[in-house]
């Protein structure tokens, strides 16, 4: 039998997959240039917090990029919570729509993948195949193949590492709190200087489980569902804690700020000596652009800070899953890493394994600059794993109805 020419055989291929998946689609996952064609000419409808104005920036780069190399437009669909996209997801399954959805790329970990995954709106797995996922080293770093203790299983693919990072003004603050006991008793002693976002806001609800795996006496609990534990006994410390501090919060803790953002503001506008952020090179990304002081200084908590990487994904219904998977496998390039990386880009880590970069690759991620507000090298080696994606439905609900309605 003679052996069919390349493009013929490509076709074959899909055909047969289409008939045997009853799939639609004109491209393999195993054949990237099969990809690549069928993404040309596609919009892809990524949804993404749209509430920063350095990540709205970054993403308007990108689709810059997507346009010009890979004839693929992006539009940033703005999301106030993540959750909004899993609803809208999970709709369109209830509707009979499995081919047509509305989103194609969604940004997410935690609980909205924990909730997609077992609603069955994740499409692959997908994430082995891009080509620069092997640039993340995944055999030798689980955390960008596991969001928060569950594993992703390929239907995920890793965009960006993020930490709690503390950050104070030198000028007001002589010697920030080292731990949550510390920061209770600086609190108490400066009242009106410190708050936390509203939960459910991500920033808002991460300061909870700090606290939490900060005052509990064995975190293993934690890590498990949180139906598996006696959430009551568990969480007490917590709420003993958040009843001595808010008296003395911004306000008295009969309102907090909305989101990070506005807690940033807070620092700016002098109100806050003392915030904290996900992105440790937000506050030196602030300081450059003169949102914060120059005497604003970072640091982690001595016994580590909570840290976890976030994701994308392709829901299962996507329209124009070539284009989610060509801007998924953008998202990994180095040059796009080096970029959303840079102060002046996004500031957000990067989850690319350096021993896998050539020198000039390398060479785009190191930093010259001298901005003090920046985390002294080394300083993000002390992360707290997330508990399991459970506990912050819970926490998030039990606030509320300590909290919620004064």
Do not use: C
């Amino acid at each position: 039998m003679p052996l069919l020419p390349r493009r013929a055989a490509r076709a074959l291929s899909l055909a047969v997959l289409a008939l045997t998946t009853g799939a639609a689609q004109g491209y393999a996952l195993d054949d990237w240039s099969s990809v690549s064609d069928e993404a040309a000419g596609q919009t892809v409808y990524f949804a993404a917090w749209g509430g920063d104005a350095d990540v709205n920036g970054y993403l308007d780069w990108v689709g810059e990029q997507m346009h010009r190399s890979y004839d693929v437009d992006m539009v940033h669909v703005k999301l106030g919570d993540t959750a909004e996209a899993v609803s809208r997801v999970l709709a369109e399954k209830a509707a009979g729509n499995h081919d047509h959805g509305a989103i194609d790329l969604v940004w997410l970990n935690g609980e909205n993948f924990a909730a997609m995954k077992e609603n069955g709106l994740l499409y692959g797995p997908f994430a082995g195949h891009l080509p620069h996922y092997a640039l993340t080293a995944p055999e030798s770093h689980p955390a960008v193949s596991h969001d928060f203790t569950l594993p992703t299983e390929g239907f995920e693919s890793p965009w960006g590492k993020a930490q709690l990072t503390f950050y104070y003004d030198s000028a007001r603050v002589d010697a920030p709190p080292r731990d949550m006991a510390a920061l209770l008793d600086w609190a108490q002693a400066h009242p009106g200087r410190f708050s936390y976002p509203l939960p459910p806001d991500f920033l808002g609800s991460s300061f909870l489980k700090q606290a939490l795996l900060g005052l509990v006496d064995d975190r293993e609990p934690l890590y498990r569902p949180a139906d598996e534990a006696d959430f009551e006994a568990v969480t007490a410390p917590l709420w003993a804690y958040l009843d001595r501090l808010h008296p003395y919060l911004w306000r008295e803790g009969r309102t907090f700020p909305a989101s990070g953002s506005a807690l940033r503001q807070l620092m700016g506008d002098g109100e806050l000596s003392l915030a904290f952020t996900f992105t440790p090179s937000a506050p030196a990304a602030a300081v450059a652009d003169h949102q914060l002081p120059p005497t604003t200084r970072s640091y982690l908590l001595d016994g580590g800070t909570l840290g976890n990487v976030h994701f994308v994904a392709i829901p299962f219904n996507a329209s124009h899953k070539a284009g989610a998977l060509v801007l998924a496998n953008f998202l990994l390039s180095p040059e796009a890493q080096a970029r959303k990386q840079a102060i002046d880009g996004w500031g957000d880590a990067t989850v690319l394994a350096m021993a896998r970069l050539s020198d000039t690759q390398r060479a785009a991620f190191e930093t010259a600059d001298d901005n003090p507000a920046r985390l002294p090298a080394g300083a993000l080696g002390k992360t707290l794993a997330e508990p399991h994606p459970s506990w912050m439905a819970r926490l998030e609900a039990a606030w509320q109805a300590r909290y919620g309605a004064r």
